[in-house]
């Protein structure tokens, strides 16, 4: 099976754009036929599929049941996993193997639920204009990366990017919330995120201090009119931002664009693949090179450049931006980056657990790339006199490779957007067959998903502690998958025990559009908190006593407790054309005990979880009597937990 | 249930229903919930300006201002114009903050006095919206009172006593289990807390734990061996529900605090996550159980209070709230068995001593399905740090005894005394037949003398001194004990009464019931000493005894009184014991004559008036006691002597003050008191008529006056000679 799906690769076609797209095609209708592939698959994760294990794999993995992804009553998942959402704009948090969705965490988006983007403190975090609305309510998710120490996840922070407005996201992992959101500056199309591993320098810092970014769109620097009309003075820039402050700490100006970010594990080098090394501003142009790059940063000497004054800024932005490009980077012993030539468009940039190698896909080109990091280090010291000399391996896996995770085990996993499957190669064997031993079968497995994934994730796959135990994978057509709901489709997240030598299908999940890249940890990885410390919110009333209403002119501060089941004050008057600002601290202790507050023809609506303090400005309009309720299920009493706003003519 | 209060509470529910149909809004003025409470309770310094302190703490007629820390109050009696102490009044949220199941405190007001036992418990306002919806708040109010006249300092917890350990019981609420659970912990936590501050409580200083060096990695095995695991579990049956293959909680618990026992629970990464999240003083436990119930149950859900489980140590119990609660993610020590529930538990309190002995109490409840109702009842498991994990072993422990050990050494001088007079007495009628020959029916000091001392010490110091009084309720109680559980604490308990007992039964069945009765029942010697002495006293002249007719019937009585109520208590143990107050006992020793209602007072001085005029009246035809003794008196070992002339002479009959010698000269040992009259006279040459006789007889015949024999006649002139055989 192995050896014709290797001859199907050497049979491949010229990826020309012309034959690309009858590939595509092609593709599509394949996805019919790989039904009945599916129906078989299925019948062999039965306990019949003891028979086909002919094929020299080990006769115990074969018969081996796969675990069950499937939850009893009570029963807690074992793993956390981190999603993007794509353009619904949030951060969702699932409980793994079973694939619930337990939590999602708005941030650059307004949420009705919990009133983000409504109360002041968030609009506060996501910015807002000068008349006080906020300044965007779109976004588009794509990747989550959470902070490290000692190689594993430490349960500090995770980080999101918004590609519409260049926006990254902190999420506190302790209360799920987030809370600072910084705009970069001069770039478009913000895409791949990465969290540093360890300073580069300092062996104390064995923890995340920064955040990489990469851009994908070149813009006239800055972008305030110049150069419209010349796409070729366009440019991208890669940043790095502040993991405590969220400061942008530099930028880099580079050849080519960003994609996908990675970090080493040593803290010495972020790298990102670059599809369109050409400066294109059509697909065409996009496409023209045969090879793209992945663009390896040293970390340490750009840091030292910024402390050394060499740097320039763009247009109002402070922002040191230090020059790595080509031109300005001639001599590997000083070079600020190192590019590696990867073939034609690749996607992904995936970090191994071992630390050794980056593996970029090629999406139009049916390979995947293998760049060893101590070679590209070897570079930088001047021991290596050709870039592309740090590729220790560039196999065919099939067509559309893009992201690529771990088990730990030395085997890697990539999606295969085109044959809508996954492949399971070894690296090691990749790289003696990449070094002239013919007779070594890298491709370990090969899995129909559907269809047509992109992302994929191992549990643990981007730490030191790769488990290779499940396996998601993020497709991005469902087709026939669920219950049809219209023209719009879920999305097919699919789960897969990766266990055992073969991989098994084991759940579908539909998920709404559209996440992206996502990630898998242990749950004792994180420590969340039960409640709020109240003293977290400066503003908040900590004793009924001190609820009230205090006006200053027209301006009134309304101060509220929430204690289940009454809010205190229990009615509350204010003049037509007063600015009010609400503050609702919820007293109540209990653990789940939110409460939220809705005022009605005021468009208000937001909760307070236990101990936690929120506020919304507003102005009072509309005489007459609003009957504030509690929207969050609290008490026996829920339906009667109200307060009598009064707006007197 | 007293009858008129259940009677009370349906006219009350009556009333609300008919206030409810005529469709008058609820009011809450009468109750407390989410009663307005005047702002400067919680600070202002006269606290009683405000609430009403005398309520709680009814001897005293002013109070100071809040004091100490955390604040009480002290309450004072006028003592002749002196302010003199007489206990303390406190808010609970001025102590503890122990959020019920509303999330809010009952707020209680607490009167104790000076030996800390608590006079008075108020709710000034609660939140709980369960008694607002289903149960009256005239419950929570029943239920607090179930403290008054307890002491702070003794273990009181929600469900049935167990006495054996100690702990006192209280009936919880149904339906209503977080309140009473945190009520309890207010009332109690509270208590404690003022009683320490006081001095009522001493406060033995444990100090904080100290890990060996021993750090291990222990199998399940070993950890169950040594200690560092143990196990708790219930079964079915124990919570009075059939028996099931499945126990009811099957629970492992352990401290994880300790690096051994921790790290082999929770692995490596798992103990030093947790202890990162621990503070100082902070202690986390696990739990992991089977079981086909739940040792978390659904009370900390809206409560936040995990209502089956807490941990107890001396006096002090810890319960978890919700925010205490972490996840066990799973136990790391190989043959670890699977499980159904899991947690770990903070406990947070810096009271809480790891290096001490602790316990892993379960809530138990058993829910009858036809009335609802619910009996709680308390389990526990012992746990001690195994002493490797700790520097310098296991510290000390004074373990308190249980309470039987406790009586027997706090009274040993008493209980020593007690049993020189029973031993005593016993030596001296052991030597009675010495005494009869010493003594004379005109000077019987030599038996009397021995008797009426026995009398004395019996009546003041047995009787109104030691409270030990026999009675029939034991002998109820024994009938019980042996028919369904015996149980040796429970007379083990009463020192006196326990060793007392033993004396009646070897001498019953040695001698018959007089001894007991006749010469050491602290009420029979009062009843015959005031006899005597009234004879002394020159009112012999209307001193009478029953005529034998009546005495024979009558003396039947007290048999029936016995058997009476043994039916009575195969039916009800406390009706039985209410009827046992045909005993004039407790009024005369226990309580007092004085202490009680006229009607008790009235029977047994009327008893012990007649007593006066007629010898032992509650004796010969009452005493239930009596009866039960009578009767396996008539297989005693050692009866007393007659000779043949006694079933004709009858001269001992006639001065028989028990009317225990019937017309034929027979003795009836049931009712004899051994009072030894008869004895006296059986060796006496001048009284006893065929003794006298044979007296004359040699006298007049010039013969020798030999001694008397055992037998009671002069031992017989054989001269020797004739005894020497001639051929």
């Known amino acids: 099976m192995q050896e014709t799906k290797m001859n199907t690769v050497e049979a491949m076609p010229d990826p020309s754009r012309r034959k690309f797209l009858n590939t595509a095609a092609f593709a599509g209708l394949a996805g019919a036929g790989l039904s009945v592939g599916l129906s078989a698959c299925n019948k062999e994760s039965a306990p019949a599929a003891g028979a086909p294990a002919a094929a020299g794999a080990p006769v115990a993995a074969a018969k081996a049941a796969y675990n069950d992804p499937h939850l009893k009553p009570g029963e807690l998942d074992t793993y956390y996993g981190l999603w993007s959402g794509g353009h619904t704009g949030d951060f969702r948090v699932l409980g793994l193997p079973s694939g619930r969705e337990l939590h999602r965490v708005p941030c650059f988006v307004p949420d009705a639920l919990v009133g983000w983007g409504h109360t002041n403190e968030s609009k506060k975090i996501m910015g807002t204009k000068a008349d006080g609305s906020l300044r965007y309510t779109v976004g588009d998710t794509h990747h989550t990366h959470a902070s490290y120490k000692d190689g594993n996840y430490d349960g500090r922070y995770a980080w999101i990017n918004d590609k519409i407005n260049s926006r990254i996201a902190r999420i506190r992992l302790d209360y799920f919330v987030c809370d600072k959101i910084t705009e970069l500056p001069n770039v478009q199309g913000f895409h791949g995120i990465f969290p540093d591993k360890r300073d580069p320098v300092d062996p104390a810092v064995n923890y995340t201090t920064r955040v990489f970014c990469g851009a994908e769109f070149h813009i006239p620097l800055p972008n305030d009119g110049r150069d419209v009309d010349s796409p070729e003075k366009y440019r991208t820039l890669f940043s790095c931002v502040d993991a405590e402050t969220m400061e942008v700490r530099w930028q880099a100006l580079i050849d080519g664009n960003c994609d996908l970010v990675a970090t080493s594990f040593d803290g010495k080098l972020a790298a990102t693949n670059q599809y369109n090394t050409e400066g294109g501003y059509h697909y065409e142009g996009m496409m023209s090179a045969e090879r793209d790059a992945c663009l390896f940063f040293n970390i340490a000497r750009i840091e030292q450049a910024v402390k050394d004054g060499k740097y320039t800024t763009y247009g109002t932005s402070r922002v040191p931006v230090v020059d790595a490009t080509r031109a300005a980077n001639t001599d590997p012993k000083t070079a600020l980056v190192c590019s590696v030539s990867v073939p034609k468009n690749p996607h992904g940039v995936n970090a191994s657990p071992d630390a050794k190698y980056f593996i970029c896909a090629g999406k139009l080109s049916p390979t995947a790339t293998v760049i060893e990091l101590s070679k590209v280090l070897d570079w930088f010291d001047g021991k290596l006199d050709d870039e592309d000399k740090a590729i220790v391996a560039e196999v065919e896996l099939g067509l559309g490779p893009l992201h690529t995770a771990f088990d730990g085990r030395g085997n890697a996993y990539t999606t295969l957007f085109l044959d809508s499957q996954i492949v399971k190669w070894n690296v090691d064997a990749a790289i003696k067959f990449h070094s002239g031993d013919k007779s070594a079968q890298y491709v370990v497995d090969r899995l129909d998903v559907h269809y047509q994934p992109g992302h994929i994730n191992a549990s643990q796959s981007e730490t030191m502690f790769a488990d290779g135990k499940w396996l998601c994978v993020g497709c991005k057509f469902s087709k026939d998958r669920f219950l049809p709901v219209g023209p719009l489709h879920a999305e097919t997240e699919q789960f897969v025990d990766i266990s055992g030598e073969k991989m098994v299908l084991v759940a579908d999940h539909p998920v709404r559009p559209e996440p992206h890249d996502f990630i898998i940890f242990k749950r004792e990885l994180l420590q969340p908190k039960q409640v709020y410390d109240i003293n977290e919110f400066p503003l908040a009333v900590k004793d009924p006593k001190e609820a009230g209403v205090f006006r200053d002119g027209n301006k009134v501060t309304v101060k509220i407790t929430s204690l289940a089941p009454a809010f205190e004050p229990r009615e509350f008057k204010l003049q037509l054309g007063d600015e009010v600002t609400i503050i609702l601290t919820n007293l109540d202790k209990i653990e789940d005990l939110t409460h939220g507050f809705a005022i009605p023809k005021y468009n208000v609506n937001f909760i307070v979880n236990p101990q936690e303090t929120a506020s919304v400005t507003f102005i009072a309009d509309k005489p007459g009597v609003f009957w504030c309720y509690c929207t969050h299920f609290c008490h026996a009493l829920h339906l009667e937990m109200r307060s009598r706003m009064i707006v007197e003519a | ?727």
């Not at chain 2, 396996?632 to 001992?652: I, V, Y």
């Open chain 2, 1 to 727: 249930m007293n009858p008129f209060s259940a009677l009370r509470s349906a006219t009350m529910g009556a009333l609300l229903a008919v206030a409810t149909l005529l469709g008058s809004p609820p009011s809450f003025a009468q109750t407390a919930y989410e009663a307005p409470l005047p702002a400067q309770i919680n600070t202002d310094p006269d606290l009683c300006a405000h609430v009403a302190c005398t309520e709680v703490l009814p001897t005293a007629s002013s109070f100071s201002h809040r004091m100490g820390k955390p604040t009480y109050v002290e309450g004072y009696r006028d003592d002749a114009g002196q302010r003199k102490l007489v206990g303390y009044v406190f808010l609970s949220t001025d102590i503890v903050d122990i959020p019920a199941y509303s999330g809010k405190p009952v707020i209680t007001l607490i009167g104790m006095d000076t030996d800390g036992i608590i006079t008075g418990t108020k709710i000034l306002r609660h939140s709980e919206p369960i008694l607002l919806l289903g149960i009256p708040e005239s419950v929570l109010t029943k239920f607090v009172n179930q403290y008054l006249g307890k002491f702070v300092g003794d273990k009181i917890e929600i469900g049935k006593a167990r006495n054996e350990e100690g702990y006192i019981g209280l009936d919880a609420i149904t339906g209503a289990t977080v309140t009473v659970i945190a009520q309890n912990q207010v009332v109690m936590r509270s208590g404690v807390a003022i009683a320490r501050q006081v001095g009522i409580l001493k406060v033995e200083p444990r100090p904080a734990i100290r890990y060996s060096a021993i750090d291990e990695r222990l199998s399940w095995e070993q950890l169950l061996k040594d200690g560092s695991v143990r196990r708790l579990t219930v079964k079915s049956e124990q919570l009075g529900m059939p028996r099931t293959a499945e126990p009811y909680v099957d629970m492992f618990f352990g401290h994880l605090n300790t690096p051994s026992v921790g790290k082999s629970i929770l692995g490596e990464s798992g103990y030093t996550s947790l202890m990162s999240r621990l503070k100082d003083n902070e202690h986390a436990i696990f739990i992991i159980s089977n079981g086909y119930d739940s040792f978390k149950g659904s009370g900390f859900v809206r409560g936040g209070i995990y209502d089956r489980v807490q941990v107890s140590q001396d006096m002090d119990a810890y319960t978890f709230r919700d925010l205490d609660y972490l996840n066990l993610w799973g136990v790391q020590a190989p043959g670890a068995p699977s499980y159904k529930e899991s947690a770990i538990f903070i406990i947070r309190d810096p009271g809480f001593a790891a290096a001490y002995p602790w316990s892993l109490v379960f809530l138990g409840n058993k829910l009858d399905r036809n009335t609802g109702h619910r009996d709680f009842v308390s389990f526990d498991s012992e746990y001690w740090v195994p002493a490797k994990y700790m520097e310098g072993g296991r510290p000390k422990v004074v373990k308190p005894d249980a309470p039987w050990v406790r009586v027997w050494k706090m009274r040993t001088v008493e209980i020593v005394l007690f049993s020189i007079l029973l031993v005593g007495v016993a030596a001296v009628y052991a030597m009675r037949d010495r005494l009869t020959r010493l003594s004379t029916r005109k000077n019987k000091w030599p038996v009397d003398g021995f008797k009426y001392a026995a009398w004395l010490i019996s009546i003041f110091f047995v009787g109104f001194y030691l409270l030990a009084q026999p009675s029939i309720t034991q002998v109820l109680t024994w009938f019980h004990a042996l028919l369904f559980q015996w149980k040796w604490e429970l007379f083990l308990t009463d020192p006196f009464i326990f060793l007392f007992w033993i004396f009646i039964i070897v001498t019953v069945f040695l001698w018959g019931r007089g001894l007991f009765c006749g010469w050491l029942c602290p009420f029979g010697s009062l009843s015959e000493l005031l006899y005597k002495v009234g004879a002394k006293l020159g009112l012999k002249r209307f001193q009478f005894m029953l005529p034998m007719k009546w005495h024979n019937r009558l003396k039947w009585v007290k048999y029936f009184v016995f058997f009476g109520l043994l039916a009575v208590s195969m039916l009800s143990m406390g009706l039985a014991e209410k009827l046992a107050e045909v005993e004039p006992f407790k009024t005369t020793f226990l309580v007092g004559l004085f202490s009680r209602s006229w009607p008790y007072t009235l029977f047994a001085a009327g008893l012990l008036g007649l007593s006066i005029f007629t010898e032992r009246p509650f004796c010969k035809y009452l005493c239930p006691l009596g009866a039960a003794l009578a009767m396996p008196s008539t297989f005693r070992w050692f009866g007393l002597k007659r000779k043949q002339e006694c079933d004709s002479c009858k001269a001992c009959a006639v001065g028989c003050g028990s009317l225990a010698i019937d017309d034929k000269g027979r003795i009836d040992h049931r009712e004899c008191m051994l009072c030894l009259d008869c004895m006296v006279m059986y060796t006496d040459e001048h009284a006893c008529p065929p003794l006298a006789q044979e007296r004359k007889r040699r006298t007049k015949a010039g013969l020798a006056l030999t001694p008397i024999g055992a037998d009671g006649y002069y031992i017989p002139i054989k001269p020797v000679a004739a005894a020497t055989p001639k051929a």
